[in-house]
């Protein structure tokens, strides 16, 4: 009997314990959609300016304002309707910045719908603050790795209250505008699984740049982070050829200029191989990138034969050239302009070449900066589109 | 089984009643039985004299509208009263053995037998039987003459069949018994008939097929039965309950069916098969809960058919047993595990409804069991109109009043139709009863609630038995019975389907005679 009682026993607390005691309707949670997170600047305009000001002294670094993009459904003269709205907190840590808002909330603001985190530029250039906010993403059991991430070429806040023709409900908006990125390629992957796990192996990483107007959002270019600190900014073409090295290319639409023709074409199925060779004491990376596309076009009637092998030939020579050239500027820029190994070489030497890393590994700062990258591009035209 | 043995193990054999034998006096007889059955006002004595100089007396007694008067009158009043007369030998010879010559010289009836306590004539009497007394004679002479107004053979009313035969047991113990023996046409087919019931005496038999029974199976049940100590059985629901192996449990671990198509088929795959008078429902044991959610038109229908509505079968029991519950933990606690789109249109859906989840859906379940309890309750045709009135009015009025959420009612009408789509209605009654459970521990713990009762109800299935037959066979069988998996959720193809299940006899797993099995492997060779 006593056996059974301290089974039952160990069966209830068990429960009791790992049981879940977060119980809230689905009803009484507003979804967070999108967050932005900034350096807090208390504006002139504001009348308590004086008040405000007491937060900023106290602290070696400044307060944080934390921009929530929700969408609730709210019932409004018998229709249900599901609002898009916008709420910012200042507080001292991210972390508290939650807590402060519910106490101006009725409901519970919940974060497993999140989709978008967006960093305000000045945030970005504070590798403190970038590193709690990173800490404070990775550490919600809520977030999702697969949320995107952007830094705002100005601040979250601004990004965040945009009223898009498109769509009014912001949230929305750039959630979907995220999954179009990965299709654009315009930008770096923008997955905040990805940019944690790199973050992890060096402090440096690409993150995709939010570039805002009055009336319109567009994510393109990326944010280089430099031992978790914003060094600059690259564009978009620069992250396009990021995205051939590392692999990450669905398919893109470029033109290529051919004797005052513009042609536009299609990437598709580009693979990018990396190889080392060590000749002596001279290092090189050999980069193979090869692929397929497709001529969406030329011009109508046009005097060249589109059928014909030697002109598809001599488009795909330039093609080739163009990608070649577009990928050793963008190593460049790296090599010369941030000095970082962005696109992970090291790494490559550390899997498959490990007696050469022994060597490089203490010098690999300087040696990636002067090393030799031959570009090889194979690209292949294989549709030519409709003529006559 | 060991709780089974405790409760019931302890009671013993019943004692062998110590009839009381006939007296050689008519007089003395009646006056007994009249004793016996006094004040039983249906019971009908007529004595008659027979002999050339009407000097012997006898009586026949019967229960009225029980027997086939027809055959009362023209066969056995007519004979022993006329006939007798007429039929050498000489009446002077025979005066001594009037009782054997009208036994076997003058009853015109097929079934007659003597017996030879007063006890025993009762029952017989009682069961529908004409007892014949003759006087000078000690023993009684019981003439079979069971006729009464019995529902005829017409279509099973719960297992409804698109393809396959329309018969249907009765609630005629013999009708039944002829629909089996017309299907099996093997002398191995044994039908043990006997009486249980103190007071009711009432007729059952164990079926089986001899050579292919599982003789360990066929023990444990005649020594269950044995021990059945009741007054009355009325149904064959009695037996169910006072031989099965844990009666704790939500599942039902005897079959039952009202199809002799499935009940034949459960003896060739050497299970037993026990009908009870009176009762139109056939039990079927060992079973097991993937015999449970089969219907005898899966094999009757082509074998992809068959697969795909069982895997539906199965979905559907898996819906009936967990959506309420998923609906619940889903919106109370984990609303990050459905996409975004729609969290935000329940979340709009719910907006304005003021219970939470748990209590929302158990309104709804509770409402939806007592429409199906009045539904079987009404006559026909009002039963109809109540599940219009409940299911759409109610259902519709109760969104519109903002007391429940659209998606609530879809989730119980979903959970409603799936556990109809259950074939046996116990196993069914089983899951939804287990529904309220799963909503209890969805609405206090979440997804992790559901596990551990998910947990908690496959540890009981797994311990359960059905007579020594592991109740999840063969989803929790040895590697040996691997075999059976080919009629479970799936039904492969008939021509593949040549052994039977390990129910069986070890020596009898292949369903071919021995010599088609010889020459399927002659052709093989070949």
Known sequence: MNKKLFLLCILITSIAITGCWDSIEIDDRTFIMALGIDVYKPTEEEKNIEDEKKYLPQHTRPPVSLTYVASKPISAGGEVEIANITMSSVSHSSFTAKRQMISRSDNELFLGHLKAVVLGDELVKNPMLFRETMDRIEKDPLISRRISMAVADGTAKEALEIETELEKNIGKFISSLFIRQERSNRAPVADAGDILTTLHKNGNVLIPRLVYSDKEIKIGGAAVIKDYKMEGWIGEMESLAYMIITNNLMTTALNHNMDDLIIPYTLTEIKTNIEAEKEGDNI?????????????????????????????????????KDIQKLIIEAIKVFQKDYQIDIFQFGDYFRKYKPDVWRDIEKDWEEIFTELEVVVETDIFMRRVGLSR | MGL?????????????????????????????????????????????????????????????????????????????????????????????????????????????????TIDEGVTSILSGDTVLLIDN??????????GWQARGVSEPVTEIVIRGPRDGFVETFRVNTA??????????????????????????????????????????????????????????GYIEQLIEDNWLSPFPQIQNTERPDVAVAALYEGRIVILVDNSPFALIAPTTLNAMLQSAEDYYERWNIATAVRLLRYLAAIISLLLPSLYVAITSFHPQMIPTKLALSIATTRQGVPFPAIVEALIMETTIELLREAGVRLPGPIG???????????????????????????VVAVTAISSFAIPSYNVAIGFRLLRFGFIFAAGSFG????????????????????????????????VEDIGDIKDTVIRAPMPSMNNRESIANKNERNRLDDKQEEEKYKEEEE
């Open chain 2, 4 to 116: 089974w043995k405790k409760l019931l193990g302890n009671k013993g054999e019943k004692k062998q009643e110590e009839g009381q034998a006939p007296h050689k006096s008519i007089e003395m007889n009646i006056k007994t039985i009249k004793e016996i059955l006094k004040d039983c006002d249906d019971i009908v004595y007529r004595e008659v004299e027979v002999g050339v100089e009407n000097n012997v007396k006898a009586a026949i007694i019967y229960t009225d509208g029980m027997i086939d008067r027809n055959l009362l009158n023209n066969y056995i009043l007519n004979n022993i009263m006329l006939t007798v007369r007429m039929t050498p030998p000489s009446p002077e010879d025979i005066k001594k053995q009037i009782a054997s010559h009208l036994k076997d010289h003058s009853l015109a009836v097929s079934e007659m037998k003597e017996v030879e």
């Open chain 2, 179 to 236: 629909l089996i023996r017309r299907r099996v046409r093997d002398p191995k087919l044994k039908l043990k008939a006997q009486q249980v019931g103190v007071r009711s005496k009432t007729d059952m038999a164990i079926i089986y097929i001899e050579d292919i029974v599982n003789k360990k199976i066929l023990k444990e049940v005649e020594e269950r039965i044995k021990t059945i100590d009741m007054d009355a059985i009325l149904d064959s």
């Open chain 1, 284 to 320: 090189k990376v050999v980069l193979s990138v090869i692929g397929e596309g497709d001529i969406d076009g030329l011009y109508f009637n046009p005097e060249e034969d589109v059928l014909d092998p030697s002109f598809v030939k001599k488009v795909q020579d330039g093609i080739c």
């Open chain 2, 384 to 410: 109809a109109t109540i599940g219009i009135v409940g299911g759409l009015v109610i259902g519709q009025a109760a969104v519109e009043a903002g007391i429940v959420s659209p998606l609530m009612v879809i």
């Open chain 2, 137 to 146: 004679y000690d023993k009684l002479i019981i003439v079979a003459s069971k």
């Open chain 2, 447 to 478: 997804l992790y609630g559901i596990s551990l009762a998910k947990l908690l109800l496959l540890s009981h299935l797994c311990g359960l038995k059905s007579f020594g037959m592991p109740y999840l066979h063969p989803f929790v069988t040895f």
